[in-house]
């Protein structure tokens, strides 16, 4: 019994060593640049600038299934899966988006590294684009992401942005932060973008 006792406060320890160790290693990461503009209550009004990202598209429709296949293509090409089996650092947010026809996953380049500078990927669905500069509607959200509470935090969002008599386009877009493996600390966000008019005087 007391071997026992040993054996798992000895668990527990390292499995909490762990956790503190992924999240300041996540705390590192490079996170893409934005500026805020204002907060609206329980959500934020950002301003990002242009960035380089590596996108997969598809057609499928959950979380779940596009995180899964996205990711995977996404991290072999990062970790090595290009013409000059080059190592690329990790960023974050993961920007995913489902549409009515086409969704997309993407990672965020870091931003020492410019276009031209990126390595071709070994396989031939990842693409590369530069985003538009754009306000967004940011609302967070903890926990471990899924469809349902994606699309739970999308209608408060949609509400609020009614209320306020902000107008916006596009599709509404999910950010993770985190590893799978992170339990504590996680951060949720799903944006979507404003239109330039709201912020003319």
Known sequence: MKITIIVLSVLVVLFIASQ????????????????????EGD????????????????NLKS??????????QLAQY??????MNQSIAMTSPVHMEIGDSISTMAFVMPSAMKKDELPIPNNSEISFKTSEPEYVAVIKFGGFANTENINEQRIILEGLLKEKGLSYYGNFRFLGYNPPYQLFGRRNEV???LNPENFKE
Not at 20 to 39: D, G, L, P, W
Not at 63 to 72: I, K
Request: proline content about 2%; cysteine-free.
């Open 43 to 58: 959500f934020e009004i950002r301003y990002y600038p242009s960035a380089t990202m590596a996108f997969v598209t598809s």
């Open 191 to 193: 944006i979507i973008s």
């Open 78 to 83: 990062i970790f090595g899966g290009n013409n």
């Open 63 to 72: 979380y779940s299934d596009l995180g899964s296949s996205g990711f995977r």
């Open 20 to 39: 503190i160790f992924i999240t300041v290693s996540t705390n590192k990461t490079e996170s893409q640049a934005y500026q805020m503009i204002r907060t």
